[in-house]
C-alpha cells in the first residue's frame, strides 16, 4: 500500500472505477489509461470552513486520459459520481491543456485551459491522487513558470 488509509485506497479505486465505465459508455472504443480525480472551487481549507453547504457548491470532475483523447466529466460532490460529461478533448489537440500546477503538502491546485472557458479552471487534487496527477503532468507539461 502507499500509506493511505484502506478506506480511502477502496473510495479511490471505486472511483476511478466509475470515471473508466463513463468512458466507456461515451465511447466503447476507447482504452482509459489514467484517471485523475479533482474538485473545483477555491482552496479546500476555506470551503472546509463553510461544511455542508460547501459541499453543495463543489463539483467532482474526474479525468480520464485514453490513447486518443481526454475526457472530462463532472458531478456532484455530494455523490461524488461522474454524470455529465463537458468535455472530450482529443490528445492532438490537448498541448497547452495544462495552464499551470501548485503543488501541496495536502492539496495541490491544477490550472486547466478546457474548451470554451474564458480563464482556466481551477481543481484540486489530494495528496492522495499526487501519482496520478504526475502521471497527467508527464503527456501533460505545464508551461515553464
Same mark, same amino acid.
Given at each position: ?15 476511478? @472505477? =466509475? ?47 485514453? =490513447?486518443?483523447?481526454?475526457?472530462? /466529466? ?12 463537458? /468535455? ?26 478546457? %474548451? ?9 487534487? @489530494?495528496? /492522495? @491522487?499526487? %501519482? =496520478? ?13
Amino acid at each position: 500500500m502507499s500509506g493511505q488509509p484502506l478506506g480511502t485506497t477502496n473510495l479511490k479505486l471505486d472511483l476511478q @472505477s =466509475e470515471a473508466r465505465r463513463a468512458v466507456l459508455r461515451a465511447d466503447p472504443t476507447e482504452a482509459p489509461r489514467l484517471v485523475l480525480l479533482a474538485v473545483d472551487g477555491p482552496s479546500q481549507f476555506l470551503m472546509g470552513f463553510l461544511g455542508p453547504v460547501g459541499l453543495l457548491l463543489m463539483k467532482s470532475y474526474f479525468l480520464t486520459v485514453t =490513447e486518443r483523447s481526454v475526457y472530462v /466529466h463532472r458531478g456532484p460532490r455530494a455523490r461524488n459520481r461522474p454524470e455529465e460529461l463537458v /468535455h472530450v478533448i482529443p490528445r492532438e489537440q490537448a498541448d497547452g491543456l495544462v495552464a499551470r500546477v501548485r503543488r501541496g503538502r495536502a492539496w495541490n491546485a491544477l490550472y486547466l485551459r478546457l %474548451p470554451g472557458g474564458a480563464k482556466p479552471t481551477r481543481l484540486n487534487v @489530494s495528496f /492522495h @491522487s499526487r %501519482p =496520478e496527477l504526475e502521471g497527467f503532468l508527464k503527456k501533460f507539461p505545464a508551461p515553464a513558470a
